[in-house]
């Protein structure tokens, strides 16, 4: 914090900033830390202008201007330098300008009383230029407005009241200024507090980013921890000669689903940072989605005897154009899922249709189901949950089949309810260019054993 003030303020008056300490300066919003630090940027410069002004109207001997400046200047720079130091943003905006507005005024009138026009009212335009970087649009327009007709009277007056022609190339002159100053006010910085607002949303998207990555980062730490260190145990265990190459065999199958499920979630991991960077396109061809399935299945053939899960398939042609490895991928996690969220004994079914031009692949199972906020399409969240056998994951799964679908220009589309089980339907569009026979018109029951 002490390094943003040292920067926002001029080095003249980095002692004065000391003084925004006194306070939570931070628990300001950004408007009016903006506000702080205009309020003791006009405060500062004005008293070392005032200064200024007042030595060089003594050397040229006009000691009235000299005593006006040193009651007017006084009067609205230093409450408004108190009132900032309070922290009473919007208090000294308000007093800084009507303090202005005032003096100026009865600036005017002094001039007018000694017969002297020193073009006092230009203060208006600087009055106009605060309230844009003090005030809300809405106000600073009516401030402007305001000032806008008080230059007109003040010209006027002075030219009646001095017997002066009326120039009218410096009236227009002066009403185009403030022309410029309401349209500033108006249509600048509302697009510059849209343009505020913006960043606030990416720097909370950011932010939000970052602490998901915190996190994954904590989970596929002791996720990939406990598989790697079994895997490191049972190796040692063979090369020292503790565990016989037939009790190793036996634990093989079970050590391949550990390493297949550490290879999954660094694939995960891998494509989630992929698509963060956008670096990730898809490279459609044309393939049959009911050809996807079973080699997906066979990869998993230890889960499905451990958990004696029945899994059947009703696999018609289903032709569309996609990335082939975006496709396995996810039809790859939703299987994976499928398994994960199914009790023991429970069924899988997997299938796939055609119709009204559109390809559909759907894995439906009897596990435990997801709360209805997870099943936004659209959500971006990532949400970690166990298995029904305590198998952990990152929770990267679904949303990385959310952006392979949406890149393939497909839909995802769940339907679930908890303790029901859920039904996931991916679909893309018919590749016509692609002519295939159906594989299957039946249900098929895939049999892990035959499948080793």
């Given at each position: 914090?002490?390094?943003?003030?040292?920067?926002?303020?001029p080095w003249?008056f980095?002692?004065?900033?000391?003084?925004?300490?006194?306070?939570?300066?931070?628990?300001?919003?950004?408007?009016?830390?903006?506000?702080?630090?205009?309020?003791?940027?006009?405060?500062?410069?004005g008293?070392?202008?005032?200064?200024?002004?007042?030595?060089?109207?003594?050397?040229?001997?006009?000691?009235?201007?000299?005593?006006?400046n040193?009651i007017a200047?006084?009067a609205?720079l230093?409450p408004?330098?108190?009132?900032?130091?309070?922290h009473?943003?919007?208090?000294?905006?308000?007093y800084l300008?009507?303090?202005?507005?005032v003096?100026?005024?009865?600036?005017?009138?002094?001039?007018?009383i000694?017969?002297?026009d020193?073009?006092v009212?230009l203060?208006?335009?600087?009055?106009?230029?605060?309230?844009?970087?003090?005030?809300?649009?809405?106000a600073?327009?009516?401030?402007c407005?305001?000032?806008?007709?008080s230059?007109l009277?003040?010209r006027?007056i002075?030219?009646?009241?001095?017997q002066?022609?009326?120039e009218?190339?410096?009236?227009?002159?002066?009403?185009?200024?403030?022309?410029?100053?309401?349209?500033?006010?108006y249509?600048?910085?509302k697009?510059?507090?849209?343009?505020?607002?913006?960043?606030?949303?990416?720097n909370?998207?950011?932010?939000?980013l970052?602490?998901?990555?915190d996190?994954?980062f904590a989970?596929?730490?002791?996720?990939?921890?406990?598989?790697?260190?079994?895997?490191?145990?049972?190796?040692?265990?063979?090369?020292?000669?503790y565990?016989?190459?037939?009790?190793?065999?036996?634990?093989?199958?079970?050590?391949?689903?550990?390493?297949?499920?550490v290879?999954?979630?660094?694939?995960?991991?891998?494509?989630?940072?992929?698509l963060?960077?956008?670096?990730?396109?898809?490279n459609?061809?044309?393939?049959?989605?009911?050809?996807?399935?079973?080699?997906?299945?066979?990869?998993?053939?230890?889960?499905i005897?451990?958990?004696?899960?029945?899994v059947?398939t009703?696999?018609?042609?289903?032709?569309a154009?996609?990335?082939?490895?975006?496709?396995?991928i996810?039809?790859?996690?939703?299987?994976?899922?499928?398994?994960k969220f199914?009790?023991?004994?429970?069924?899988?079914?997997?299938s796939?249709?055609?119709?009204?031009?559109q390809?559909?692949l759907?894995?439906?199972?009897?596990?435990?189901?997801m709360?209805?906020?997870?099943q936004?399409?659209?959500?971006?969240?990532?949400?970690?949950s166990?298995?029904?056998?305590?198998?952990?994951?990152?929770g990267?799964?679904?949303?990385?089949?959310?952006?392979?679908?949406?890149?393939?220009?497909?839909?995802?589309?769940?339907?679930?309810?908890?303790?029901?089980g859920?039904?996931?339907?991916?679909?893309?569009?018919?590749?016509?260019s692609?002519?295939?026979a159906?594989?299957?018109?039946?249900?098929?029951?895939?049999?892990?054993?035959e499948?080793?």
């Amino acid at each position: 914090m002490q390094n943003q003030l040292n920067q926002a303020m001029p080095w003249p008056f980095r002692l004065p900033r000391r003084m925004l300490l006194n306070g939570n300066f931070s628990s300001l919003s950004p408007f009016d830390q903006l506000r702080l630090i205009t309020l003791l940027h006009i405060g500062w410069y004005g008293m070392v202008l005032l200064g200024l002004i007042v030595s060089v109207s003594m050397a040229n001997g006009q000691y009235d201007r000299a005593q006006y400046n040193l009651i007017a200047v006084p009067a609205f720079l230093v409450p408004t330098l108190w009132l900032a130091y309070r922290h009473k943003v919007q208090l000294a905006s308000w007093y800084l300008l009507i303090a202005m507005y005032v003096t100026t005024i009865w600036g005017i009138y002094v001039r007018l009383i000694d017969k002297a026009d020193v073009h006092v009212e230009l203060l208006f335009i600087m009055i106009g230029i605060f309230s844009i970087i003090l005030i809300n649009s809405r106000a600073s327009l009516i401030l402007c407005t305001i000032l806008t007709i008080s230059y007109l009277a003040a010209r006027l007056i002075t030219f009646q009241q001095l017997q002066q022609p009326v120039e009218m190339g410096q009236l227009i002159t002066g009403v185009a200024t403030f022309i410029a100053l309401i349209y500033v006010s108006y249509t600048v910085k509302k697009t510059a507090i849209q343009i505020q607002r913006t960043i606030a949303v990416q720097n909370q998207a950011l932010s939000e980013l970052n602490t998901m990555k915190d996190n994954l980062f904590a989970i596929i730490g002791h996720d990939l921890r406990s598989p790697v260190a079994g895997l490191k145990t049972q190796l040692m265990a063979v090369k020292a000669g503790y565990t016989s190459g037939n009790q190793f065999a036996q634990r093989i199958d079970q050590l391949a689903q550990s390493v297949d499920s550490v290879y999954l979630t660094l694939d995960n991991l891998l494509h989630w940072a992929m698509l963060q960077r956008e670096r990730i396109n898809p490279n459609p061809v044309s393939l049959d989605l009911s050809k996807i399935a079973d080699p997906i299945l066979l990869l998993y053939v230890s889960d499905i005897q451990r958990k004696q899960l029945t899994v059947t398939t009703h696999l018609d042609a289903a032709p569309a154009a996609v990335d082939e490895h975006q496709l396995s991928i996810v039809v790859r996690n939703l299987i994976h899922n499928a398994i994960k969220f199914t009790p023991p004994a429970g069924s899988i079914h997997l299938s796939t249709s055609t119709n009204n031009g559109q390809v559909s692949l759907t894995v439906q199972d009897s596990g435990i189901g997801m709360p209805i906020p997870d099943q936004a399409e659209s959500s971006g969240s990532v949400v970690q949950s166990r298995g029904t056998s305590g198998e952990r994951g990152t929770g990267l799964g679904l949303q990385i089949c959310r952006e392979f679908i949406r890149l393939n220009q497909g839909n995802l589309h769940i339907q679930s309810e908890p303790g029901k089980g859920s039904t996931i339907t991916i679909s893309f569009r018919l590749d016509k260019s692609k002519k295939s026979a159906n594989r299957s018109n039946s249900i098929t029951k895939f049999d892990p054993v035959e499948s080793i």
